[in-house]
């Protein structure tokens, strides 16, 4: 049975954002939670590079990997969580985790690839401020038991 399915609904709708880049990094889809989570309208991202949100002390690192997956058409990414820094259109950084998935022409040929990407700001900053509650009850206790 073969589902009658909107892939044009389902990206649109989606609450994660959905991109595609072709082969070089260009952004060819951007959805509307790709505008949510980053700032930048359709418009302002589609052709643009990924640099547009890639904070600059990632991207060498960033496109080494990228091309590299270009070339060999092999990503780990595909089950495993990527956890990165990126940037909003107001200069702010954030954090998102992702998954990749790559886009092959039908002599498959690597033309591109897509991310799904979920913004994780609110819960790493949370997880960053119980670590840091951690290292003060840890320290306290510390102090505690010199003073006995």
Known sequence: MQANVDFKQLVEGAGDAIMVCDA???ITLW???AERIFGF????ALGQSLD?????????????????????????YGADLLRVPALHKDGRTLSIAFTVSMLFSADREVTGIVAIVRDETA???EERK?????VEVEATMIREGDSR
Do not use: C, S
């Not at 309208?41 to 302002?44: C, H």
């Not at 547009?52 to 780990?76: A, C, D, F, N, S």
């Not at 119980?130 to 951690?134: G, N, P, S, V, Y």
């Open 41 to 44: 309208g359709e418009g302002e």
């Open 52 to 76: 547009l949100i890639i904070p600059q002390r990632q991207r060498q690192r960033h496109w080494e990997g990228y091309h590299k997956t270009m070339e060999t058409g092999v990503t780990r």
């Open 31 to 33: 959805n509307r939670a």
């Open 130 to 134: 119980l670590r840091a509650r951690l």
């Open 24 to 26: 070089m990094g260009a």
């Open 123 to 125: 819960r790493f900053d």
